[in-house]
């Protein structure tokens, strides 16, 4: 492994997950809610209340790329797979988040920091299980 050095961004890589820590613990000291966005969208397709705060944070999340270039330029994109398997995959995604009843950011970010032991079996799960996708799509069958 080696690192592309000119496009190392420490600092802004910091910057951005002391952000998501942030954001993350206002969320819960101000709403007394975790805020995994699996949970928060889903709860959009369902009846009932709450649905306001739920518009704003998914409001928030889709301008966030628009708030990043006041700052500097957005990075160049590049996706490498086909519509159908970026189909394929998100619905794998959703089914995951289903069967382990929260998805990154409610496990991953908010999960951990709580010292949750349910939430760290569903990281160790979901990041063996994406080790094991890369390795055998990138090695094993050379796509």
Known sequence: MSIDWPHFTPWSALAGGLLIGLAAALFLLLNGRIAGIS???GGLLQRGGGRGWR???V???LAAPWVWQLAGALPP???AASTPVLIAAGLLVGVGTRYASGCTSGHGVCGLSRGSPRSLVATAAFMGAGFATVYLVRHLLGA
């Open 77 to 79: 994109v590049a996706i």
């Open 39 to 41: 949970g928060i969208v």
């Open 55 to 57: 518009l704003a944070f």
């Open 59 to 61: 409001a928030g999340l």
